[in-house]
């Protein structure tokens, strides 16, 4: 149910801040946590109350640059440029006979565009069966047969992301810095919004001097209220707060930002398993979903990096973002057969409606030649 939040009086003081959350926080009923789980019972009483950002409206509003977005663009259109779709697309172009130096260059085009070395060697090795075979009665068909064996291997991980149900239902959201990880829940939060979806968001990135304000920022662009404390306040006693906020007030779906960090960072790791017994002490569900922002520049150590958060949080779902680009694009097949997990949505561009749910078939189909006589991708 759509939400609206009051103005909030302009001659608010400290105290009345303080009364506000004291008040958001005991509504809940919750219990504070137990003496047992570190010094976070401490952290909670001497960290001074979170601050809350609302919007200065009345209503919800669009921002003022998506009140007339331009029409979006295919995914074809998106995917044109990248260095998967690019080397494919000349492949077929150059290469229209069916025989070994097709397929031999096919395996290195794969490979060079992050699919994986067994993913790659696999999948022409199965087409060069066929090939020998004689099922293939030129390269157009082999280019289908291409085509069926990528959509095969993500078409399981075509899941999308379902928030109703839980009363919040809270997206903890992982990653590494640069990635994207605050630009994609500004694009959530806009989003579940447009949908009339009550959402607030937690900025637990306080290790980032700018990512606070940051996702203040995002919050006032998309009308939903932000819960901080500032730089280098406990991030999970940040959201804690939030979730019982969130909890008093019916919020839909809390979304909580997370400090950037390297798979290598140890005592930034750590915070993260924090985070989440944090919010089970609210809810013994929490988080529901744990989504890892992936950039899909970084190639085959996108592999890495997910492999480590999925051993300290559990990751459950994948963000790729940055597709539209110059990203090799392949190292979406290799984290699905990799780890299975389900890819939520992908980035393919800067606006919000770019930040889509994932579609196997027509992610498959941006990537291919559209035929071997027409047009090659990327030569628009």
Avoid: C, Y
Avoid at 116 to 122: C, D, K, L, P, Q
Avoid at 155 to 173: I, S, T
Avoid at 266 to 295: F, N, Q, S, Y
Avoid at 346 to 371: C, I, K, M, Q, Y
């Amino acid at each position: 149910m759509l939400k609206f939040w009051k103005k909030k009086p302009t001659e608010a003081g400290p105290a009345d801040k303080e009364a506000e959350h004291a008040t958001a926080s005991t509504s809940t009923g919750a219990v504070a946590p137990e003496s047992g789980d570190g010094m976070l019972h401490e952290a909670l009483a001497e960290i001074p109350a979170p601050t809350e950002t609302r919007p200065e409206t009345e209503r919800f509003v669009a921002p003022a640059a998506d009140s007339a977005p331009p029409a979006k663009r295919s995914w074809r259109e998106r995917l044109s440029g990248s260095a998967f779709a690019r080397s494919l697309g000349s492949l077929f172009v150059r290469h229209p006979k069916l025989d070994d130096d097709l397929l031999d260059e096919l395996e290195t085009a794969l490979i060079t565009a992050d699919v994986g070395i067994e993913a790659s060697t696999g999948l022409v090795e199965n087409l060069r069966r066929r090939m020998h075979k004689r099922e293939f009665a030129d390269a157009t068909a082999l280019l289908a047969a291409l085509r069926e064996a990528l959509l095969a291997l993500l078409k399981p991980v075509e899941q999308p992301l379902d928030v109703a149900g839980r009363n919040p239902f809270v997206v903890l959201v992982v990653g590494i810095n640069g990635a994207g990880k605050t630009t994609t829940i500004g694009k959530l939060a806009r989003r579940w919004r447009d949908e009339q979806r009550a959402v607030m968001l937690a900025a637990g990135d306080t290790f980032r001097a700018a990512a606070v304000e940051q996702l203040k920022t995002w919050g006032e662009r998309n009308a939903v209220p932000v819960i901080s404390q500032g730089q280098d306040a406990d991030a999970a006693s940040v959201i804690f707060d939030a979730l019982q906020a969130a909890r008093s007030r019916g919020t839909d779906v809390l979304i909580a930002d997370t400090a950037g960090r390297l798979h290598t960072q140890g005592g930034l790791m750590d915070e993260l398993g924090k985070i989440a017994r944090v919010l089970k002490k609210l809810d013994p569900d929490a988080p529901h979903e744990v989504l890892m922002v992936i950039d899909g520049t970084t190639g085959q150590n996108a592999v890495n990096q997910v492999r480590q958060f999925r051993q300290i949080v559990g990751v459950t779902g994948l963000v790729v973002t940055k597709l539209d680009g110059t990203a090799k694009g392949g190292v979406v097949f290799a984290l699905a057969r990799e780890f299975g997990l389900p890819i939520r949505f992908v980035g393919l561009g800067e606006s919000a409606t770019d930040l889509r749910p994932f579609e196997a078939a027509a992610f498959v189909d941006g990537l291919l030649p559209a035929s071997l006589g027409g047009e090659a991708q990327g030569h628009d």
